[in-house]
């Protein structure tokens, strides 16, 4: 193993800093608790209910400890895929890097000797998640702290290969016309730099580029494929891509040809009409939170499989790995990039935390978008109206024109919070090409009415929307239900009650041609702040018997168990 650890480092391909690692959680980084992990590994995975819970969810501090070796003297570079939520690094003892917000890669460029067992040690400070939601980094689940995702080495060469993308556009007689671009950066004296690569067994030929030293500049070639496998749900054809800067840097990863675009109100893959159905999604597994190993990522798939989802949803972005595992199972993302606020409210009213999210979009643009699942950048959750005063409105249309120009091949979204929908366009939609509709009609409001009054209100509120917005695609991209089996059977909260309202929402939107899809609000049950008991619902039905601290919406318990929901929607979907 140690072999193979030397000779991925040898060749600048990232290694995994794998194998054990000590985590020690308080305010100190060593002491009587130390634990032996593999990462990634979340300090407070366990027991998010109750008076433990709480205390959990407040956050802590995490320290965790590795000791590693490289072959060779010379720079390198520790790669850190998430941690939440303030990031303190030390190697040797030296000061390296701080870094605040989960779900964003960040790196730690140092010098190491080959004759010496270097000491990596990160403080992961997770305490008082009510600041950080203030301070613009709003969760929609649980406080989970620490390393969340995997951490990697790899040596530091002249230059680096940054952010690849891809955009595939089909011609009359079915071939694809595939663009490819990179950023080059270059840490070396200025100079022409080459690109070499290949897509599948077509070789990638870029032009030389002069790139400053410590700039970047972009690379970008054209090439013709004349028979291509196209990617898509049902037939998810992936192509290896590889790019090199001979004897520097490397990249290498699977990506799929398909082309994504919007005809009026309608969504168009590869040519054909697009209709979503699928459920959100969290990254979050029993006793592991949102630190997911493989077997987390994988039944998570496969219950999106069992319910015959084409797509899903996710308000924070989702680690590369899982996305692989959706890119290979031809299932569609709904991609939040970005802040996350909740409903209706906007946190990021001053120029400097307006400042943080647009770079918080574009690193998790960057990251993720030569993944062919992602079907769309997600600008916001649940916005209300023309948006709040603070700058939200010119901010997503700022976002919006500049995904179009940088990343042409996807959509832009916007998730609008259905009982405060806009009642005329407006700056903040003008550049938007999907819109999502939050629907709870049956269970925050009309909880008592007939499934016949409940379909007409559903179809009445996504008419509203149709009228503001005539020329736009339109997706209901969160609707639901709590659901467990201490409430009767068909009462709010019951699992027949679920069922229930789901079949007449979907049946609904079954009737609504022009309709680009609907998404379950959610896959699985996940945990919440301790504090969270439902929301609204309390005060309609009195008596409820909800978890505080558990979402229940989901078609899935939270260990996984299929309520009698998951088989309407499966039966809606097939």
């Given at each position: 193993?140690?072999q ?27 002491g ?9 590994y ?73 004759n ?38 790899r040596?530091?060469g ?55 030293a ?35 840097a490397t990249?290498?990863?699977r ?13 168009l ?47 924070h ?39 943080v ?12 978008q ?11 959750n649940?916005?209300a ?8 409105a010119a ?8 995904l ?9 979204a ?16 003008r ?16 909880t ?27 997706v209901?991209?969160e ?12 009462r709010p ?28 609000w ?14 609204s619902?309390n ?35 097939g």
């Open positions: 193993m140690l193979l650890l030397f000779a991925l480092i040898a060749a600048a391909v990232p290694s995994p800093l794998s194998g054990p690692w000590t985590v020690h959680v308080g305010r100190s980084a060593t009587a608790g130390s634990r032996s992990v593999e990462l990634p979340v300090a407070n995975a366990k027991g998010f209910t109750g008076r433990h819970g709480l205390v959990s969810y407040r956050g802590n501090i995490a320290w965790y400890r590795k000791r590693f070796t490289v072959p060779d003297d010379g720079a390198y570079v520790v790669r850190f895929e998430s941690v939440h939520h303030r990031a303190t690094v030390w190697i040797d003892g030296r000061l390296e890097r701080h870094h605040t917000g989960a779900y964003l890669p960040f790196e730690v460029r140092t010098n190491l000797k080959a010496k067992t270097h000491t990596l040690l990160v403080r992961a400070d997770y305490r008082d998640p009510t600041a950080m939601k203030h301070a613009g980094w709003h969760r929609s689940w649980f406080n989970f702290g620490g390393i969340d995702r995997p951490v990697t080495v040596p530091a002249p230059s680096d290969i940054v952010s690849p993308g891809l955009r595939t556009h089909l011609t009359a007689d079915g071939a694809a016309i595939v663009d490819v671009w990179a950023r080059i950066h270059n840490r070396a004296a200025t100079r022409a730099i080459t690109v070499a690569g290949a897509l599948g067994e077509t070789p990638l030929r870029f032009a030389p580029v002069t790139v400053p410590g700039h970047e500049r972009t690379v970008r070639t054209q090439i013709r494929v004349g028979d291509p496998r196209l990617w898509g749900p049902g037939h998810p054809e992936l192509y290896g891509l590889s790019l090199e800067v001979p004897g520097e990249w290498a990863g990506v799929g040809l398909r082309e994504i675009r919007r005809e009026g109100s309608k969504l893959l590869n040519g054909a009409r697009l209709v979503l159905h699928g459920a959100s999604i969290q990254e979050d597994a029993p006793g592991h939170g949102d630190a997911l190993t493989g077997a987390d990522m994988d039944r998570i798939v496969a219950r999106l499989q069992r319910i015959h989802a084409n797509a899903t949803r996710s308000q972005p989702l680690s590369p790995q899982l996305l692989n595992r959706l890119d290979a199972a031809g299932i569609l993302v709904w991609q939040e990039v970005g802040p996350v606020d909740s409903p209706g409210n906007w946190e990021e009213g001053t120029p400097h935390k307006r400042a999210a647009r770079r918080r979009v574009r690193t998790s643009v960057d990251q993720l030569a993944h062919p699942s992602i079907l769309a950048w997600n600008l916001g649940e916005v109206g023309q948006g709040h005063s603070g700058g939200q901010f997503i249309d700022g976002m919006a024109r500049e179009h120009r940088t990343d042409p091949g996807r959509l832009v916007l998730d609008i919070w259905g009982t405060h929908a806009p009642h005329v366009p407006g700056r903040m939609y550049h938007i090409d999907v819109l999502g509709l939050t629907n709870y009609t049956g269970w925050y409001d009309h008592y009415a007939s499934q016949a009054l409940i379909a007409s209100v559903i179809r009445s509120n996504v008419a509203a929307l149709r009228r503001v917005f005539p020329g736009r695609a339109i209901v991209s609707f639901g239900a709590e659901a467990n089996g201490r409430n009767a059977r068909w909260g019951g699992y027949g009650f679920q069922a229930r309202l789901l079949a007449t929402h979907l049946r609904t939107y079954a009737s609504i041609p022009w309709l680009s899809g609907e998404l379950v959610t896959l699985n049950d996940f945990a919440v702040s301790p504090l969270f008991l439902g929301g619902i005060g309609i039905v009195p008596g409820i018997h909800l978890v505080r601290g558990l979402n229940q919406k989901g078609l899935f318990t939270y260990s996984g168990r299929p309520k009698p929901a998951a088989a309407v929607v499966a039966k809606a979907f």
